[in-house]
């Protein structure tokens, strides 16, 4: 089992809609989670980080963390087509250093 | 400089040859990470930093070696690189405020290696 899963996809959404990302984990000790969003050919850029069980929203991403069901989530509201890209979730670890293990990612994109 | 720069952006390679790829932080960070991503198997570390002077493997260091010997450089070396590290490769730091891994990682923009 990886450590940390994602539904490589692509997931694909109607523009305007709600895109839905999810992540599940093994470590429980993870206490800090992470969205990244990847262009194509482009480096990782944090959307979002969540440390507390319940919901985090800034603008049209809301992150979900349930520790008890060790998985985390990205909403997206209003679906652009500039949200078409690979989004990561990445975990800390219980390790006692400051490394983050990586899910693989999952494609989305956004149809017009 | 700003943020985390990288180099060469890309770079093909003849099998047993030895290779540097750069990377160059002005943020003051102290932790620095080698990642490599293939595809469909996601950012996987090579070595970390957590601070200068000190350097640890990851998931997947063997080929590969790092030093660190200030904040800002951490260079990757292929001492005899082959096919299979045929790869992007990206940089990261992180600030590290002390409370564990709760710091987003910064990424540089990537090198793109390609080894025949």
């Known amino acids: 089992q990886k450590e940390v899963e994602q539904n490589s996809g692509p997931l694909s959404v109607p523009e305007g809609a709600i895109a839905s990302l999810n992540c599940t984990y093994s470590?429980?000790?993870?206490?800090?989670f992470f969205w990244y969003r990847q262009y194509s050919g482009k480096s990782p850029e944090l959307i979002m980080f969540?440390?507390s069980n319940g919901d985090k929203e800034d603008g049209r991403f809301t992150a979900q963390l349930n520790k008890a069901s060790q998985y985390v989530s990205l909403l997206i509201r209003d679906s652009q087509p500039s949200d078409s890209a690979t989004y990561l979730c990445a975990v800390n670890t219980d390790r006692g250093n400051y490394q983050l293990i990586w899910g693989a990612g999952t494609k989305l994109i956004i149809k017009p | 400089i700003a943020g985390i720069t990288q180099a060469p952006t890309s770079q093909i390679l003849a099998a047993g040859r030895r290779m540097t790829l750069r990377c160059t932080q002005d943020m003051r960070h102290n932790a620095m990470y080698w990642y490599r991503q293939d595809l469909g198997l996601g950012l996987r570390l090579i070595h970390y930093?957590?601070?200068?002077?000190?350097?640890g493997k990851g998931e997947v260091p063997d080929g590969y070696s790092v030093s660190r010997a200030n904040t800002d450089d951490f260079p990757l070396t292929l001492a005899s690189a082959v096919p299979s590290q045929t790869s992007v490769y990206f940089c990261a730091s992180s600030p590290t405020s002390g409370r564990g891994a709760w710091d987003e990682q910064f990424f540089g923009p990537g090198t793109r290696l390609t080894v025949l």
């Open positions: 969540i440390y």
């Open positions: 470590d429980r000790g993870s206490q800090s």
């Open positions: 930093s957590n601070t200068a002077g000190t350097t």
